[in-house]
């Protein structure tokens, strides 16, 4: 009897013990939902860094940072922004300061942002003219690949290591802790988006450079959030 006693006692005690650990990781779940959802509230804080805008907002006391392609924000005013992806501990070499979370939206709801921006922000977010003429020499070498080429051959390539020689047309610094730059060489159709492969790296460019790319290619690589790519290079290490 004793001993049934004490089994009785334990079977409770892993009973309740799940059942609080099963209510404490949905109240957690619902909360980040709710968190990527509630982009909105009145601006008490901003700041240009970077190509992006940085609004602090607040609502119901709660303030959120969000980070946006640049735009035009004033304090004091009420707006909302897209859904985006949160991130933790993210730092802004720009800017030099680390935030405990950020919100990466693609813009504000009803407004428009400046996504594509003509010319060096901050020294750090630069984008060449879509109407500048292209044609750079493919690398040479086994694992040599035109851009067009990259796109044509992505499913055998998903996942191995690729060279590519282009143009530098945009450069993005310090976005999700990497580098982002996309490159043409003059092959592939724009209107089918094969003409530009984006590509993540630590190293720093300029719009207009030469470069040759050395990296990882993934197929439909999906960041989440919105943010897929049918063919990127990724882990790139990149020479003038």
Do not use: C
Not at 173 to 189: L, P, R
Not at 214 to 225: E, M, N, Q
């Amino acid at each position: 009897m004793k001993r049934f006693l004490v089994l009785f006692v334990l079977m409770l005690t892993l009973m309740l013990m799940v059942s609080v650990n099963g209510t404490y990781a949905g109240s957690q779940k619902s909360a980040g939902l709710q968190g990527m959802s509630s982009l909105s509230g009145k601006v008490v804080e901003m700041m240009n860094s970077g190509g992006y805008t940085y609004v602090n907002i607040e609502k119901d006391g709660k303030k959120t940072w969000v980070a946006v392609p640049r735009m035009k924000v004033v304090v004091g005013q009420d707006i909302s922004f897209q859904p985006g992806m949160a991130m933790s501990n993210f730092t802004s070499k720009t800017l030099e300061r680390t935030f405990e979370t950020i919100v990466f939206s693609s813009g504000a709801i009803g407004q428009h942002a400046t996504k594509s921006i003509s010319g060096p922000v901050d020294n750090k977010q630069a984008e060449v003219s879509m109407n500048m003429a292209i044609n750079v020499e493919k690398a040479s070498g086994p694992d040599a690949y035109t851009v067009a080429g990259l796109y044509e051959k992505s499913a055998e390539l998903d996942r191995k290591n690729v060279v590519i020689r282009g143009r530098v047309v945009k450069f993005s610094a310090n976005i999700m802790g990497k580098n982002w730059i996309h490159i043409q060489d003059g092959s592939g159709n724009p209107s089918k988006g094969t003409n530009d492969i984006p590509v993540t790296s630590q190293d720093i460019l300029s719009v207009g450079d030469i470069v040759t790319v050395k990296g990882t290619l993934y197929k439909d690589k999906d960041f989440g959030s919105g943010y897929k790519y049918a063919v990127i290079v990724e882990q790139a290490t990149i020479k003038k």
